[in-house]
C-alpha cells in the first residue's frame, strides 16, 4: 500500500508541476510581468505555502521553534539538492535580474535571519521588519518588470501564452499548486511508511526519516515545479521559484510566525544548520558567475554538499561525532 501511494504521489506532483507552469506562463503574458518574477512570487510563494501554514500553527500551539528547522532545512535543500537535481536534468543559463536583484536579496535574507537569531530569539518586531521588507521587494519587482516588460509577437511561445484568458490561467495555477500540495503528501506518506519498513530494527529511525525522506518529500514541490518549467525552457520561473523560496521562507514564514509567538533558537540551529545554509547561499557566488549557465558539474557540486550536510546529520545522530 505505501508503495502505491508514493507512486500516486509522485503521479501527482508531475501532473501539478505542469500544469502549474503552464499557468505561470499564462498569467505573465497576461499581466505583462516577466515569467522570472512570476517564479519570485506567485510560484515561490505558492509552493512555500504549506511551511508558512505548518509554522503559523506549530507556534499557536506553543511549538514556534518548528518554524525555524522547518525554514533552515528548506533553504538548504532548495539550492543544494532542489536546484543541484534541476541542472542536472536541465542546464539552466541565468538571468541578469538574478545575479543582481533577486540573489543579492536572497543573501540579505540569509544574513538578517542569522542577525536577528543571534541572541537566541527572533522577538516579534524582528518579525516586522522581515516581513515589511518582502512587502516592498515584491511591489518593487512587481513594479519594475510591468514597466519594462513589452510584448514579444514573434515568440511563438509568448504568443500561444497570450491565447490563454487570464481566468484560465489563475485555474491552472490554483490546481497545479493543490496538486503539488497533496501530491507531497502523498509521497510523504509513502516514502516515510516505506522507510520505517526499512529501518523497523534502527533506534533512531525516525531522525533518520526525518532528515532523508522527510525533507527530501517536504521540498519535492520545489522540485517538480523547477524541473517541469525547465524542461519547458522556462528556466526565469525555474530559479525564479528557488530563489524566490527562500525568500519567502525568512521574510514571510519567519517574519509572520515571530509576529504571532517569538521563535526561539537553539544552539544546535544557530551553530550548526544556520551555518551551512549561509555557506550553500555563499557557494551560490561561483555558480551564478563563473560561466553563462549553472551546468552538470555545478549541480553535482550542490548535490555533493547536501549529502554531506545530510551525512554529518547522520553522524551526529549515530554518536560518531
Known amino acids: 500500500m505505501d508503495y502505491l501511494i508514493l507512486l500516486l504521489g509522485?503521479?501527482?506532483?508531475?501532473?501539478?508541476?505542469?500544469?502549474?507552469?503552464?499557468?505561470?506562463?499564462?498569467?505573465?503574458?497576461?499581466?505583462?510581468?516577466?515569467?522570472?518574477?512570476?517564479?519570485?512570487?506567485v510560484v515561490s510563494f505558492g509552493t512555500s505555502a504549506p511551511e508558512l501554514l505548518v509554522s503559523v500553527q506549530s507556534a499557536m500551539n506553543g511549538n514556534s521553534g518548528i518554524a525555524i528547522g522547518n525554514v533552515v532545512g528548506s533553504n538548504i535543500a532548495n539550492i543544494a539538492l532542489v536546484l543541484g537535481l534541476t541542472v542536472l536534468i536541465f542546464p539552466i543559463i541565468v538571468e541578469r535580474q538574478t545575479k543582481i536583484i533577486d540573489y543579492p536579496m536572497m543573501m540579505l535574507a540569509t544574513v538578517l535571519l542569522f542577525a536577528f537569531s543571534f541572541d537566541g530569539v527572533i522577538d516579534w518586531w524582528e518579525g516586522t521588519i522581515l516581513f515589511g521588507i518582502l512587502l516592498v521587494f515584491t511591489i518593487s519587482i512587481i513594479t519594475n518588470s510591468r514597466r519594462n516588460t513589452k510584448r514579444a509577437e514573434t515568440d511563438n511561445e509568448f504568443e500561444s501564452a497570450m491565447k490563454m484568458p487570464v481566468w484560465k490561467a489563475g485555474i491552472f495555477l490554483i490546481i497545479g499548486l493543490v496538486a503539488l500540495y497533496f501530491g507531497s503528501e502523498w509521497f510523504v506518506?509513502?516514502?516515510?511508511?516505506?522507510?520505517?519498513?526499512?529501518l523497523a530494527d534502527n533506534e533512531d529511525k525516525d531522525s533518520i526519516i526525518g532528515v532523508t525522506v522527510v525533507a527530501f518529500g517536504t521540498s519535492a514541490p520545489e522540485l517538480v515545479a523547477s524541473t517541469v518549467a525547465a524542461f519547458r525552457k522556462q528556466s526565469d520561473i525555474s530559479v525564479g521559484n528557488l530563489i524566490g523560496s527562500?525568500?519567502?521562507?525568512?521574510?514571510?514564514?519567519?517574519?509572520?510566525?515571530?509576529?504571532?509567538?517569538?521563535?526561539?533558537?537553539?544552539?544546535k540551529v544557530l551553530h550548526f544548520d544556520m551555518l551551512w545554509m549561509g555557506g550553500i547561499a555563499l557557494a551560490m557566488v561561483p555558480v551564478l558567475w563563473f560561466g553563462k549557465r549553472i551546468g552538470r558539474l555545478k549541480g553535482t557540486l550542490l548535490i555533493l554538499s547536501y549529502a554531506a550536510y545530510v551525512a554529518v546529520i547522520l553522524l551526529k545522530i549515530q554518536g560518531v561525532i
Not at 189 to 198: Q, R, S
Not at 246 to 267: L, Q, R, W, Y
Open 10 to 41: 509522485l503521479a501527482v506532483l508531475i501532473v501539478g508541476g505542469e500544469v502549474l507552469v503552464r499557468g505561470a506562463v499564462g498569467c505573465s503574458a497576461a499581466f505583462r510581468i516577466s515569467p522570472l518574477v512570476i517564479g519570485m512570487t
Open 189 to 198: 506518506d509513502g516514502a516515510v511508511g516505506i522507510a520505517e519498513t526499512l
Open 246 to 267: 527562500n525568500i519567502f521562507n525568512v521574510f514571510a514564514v519567519i517574519g509572520i510566525t515571530s509576529m504571532v509567538k517569538p521563535i526561539e533558537i537553539s544552539d
